[in-house]
């Protein structure tokens, strides 16, 4: 998968590059042309925080926040990669461990405002490290690049490290709307490249309602 934010800044950097002919323009260093000392930076639509948090710490649900840590906030495209490319990878983790990566202001937790109306998104995998990885990059990936066309309706995505599975859930905002979540759903399998006998499944946070809003793609 290609990385949205990057292949569509190059057109544009090579038209500004094209534009400043004259000699004594200072020379434009891209991370395309200089991946060392590049002074020109693509913004992204959002800001991205990553979490982690290990469960195996926990001594009860009131507790659990105790143990979730803000790693980093990244906004743009070069800093997105610094940050993939210099933390443990996702199945490298301790056994029930996660990585939350949620757009900034929205902390991975129901109780959260952006979250407490919502679901998630739900991809069970066999523990095959390659395979999980590239999930979730590719997970990230989408998130980053506004590539989902409800991108306003989704809160952020966690990858949980267990002894017998990995797991990648995606949150949006909304539950109720099945057009939305339906939509979601959909997409996140053609960004994952899901063969049709792997099933998504969504499912509403934990409410007071008796009887939740549940979908299987």
Known sequence: MSVS????ASPQL???????????QPQIKTVFNDPQNFDVKHPLQNAWTLWFDNPTKRTNTNTWS?????IITFCTVEDFWGVINNITKATDLPPGSNYHMFKEGIKPMWEDP??????????????RPAEGNEMWLHTLLALIGENF?????????????RRSQF???????VASD???VLNIGRQMRTFLNLPSQVKLEFSEHETANAEPFRHEL
């Open 114 to 127: 952006a979250n407490e109306h919502g679901g998630r998104w739900v991809h069970f995998m066999q523990r």
């Open 149 to 161: 066309d409800n991108e306003e309706d989704i809160c952020g995505v966690v990858f949980a490290n």
């Open 66 to 70: 105790q143990n979730l840590r803000e």
């Open 178 to 180: 099945s057009d939305i």
């Open 167 to 173: 797991r990648i859930s995606l949150w949006t905002r």
């Open 5 to 8: 934010p990057i292949a569509a």
């Open 14 to 24: 090579t038209s500004v590059a094209a534009s400043h002919d004259d000699s004594q």
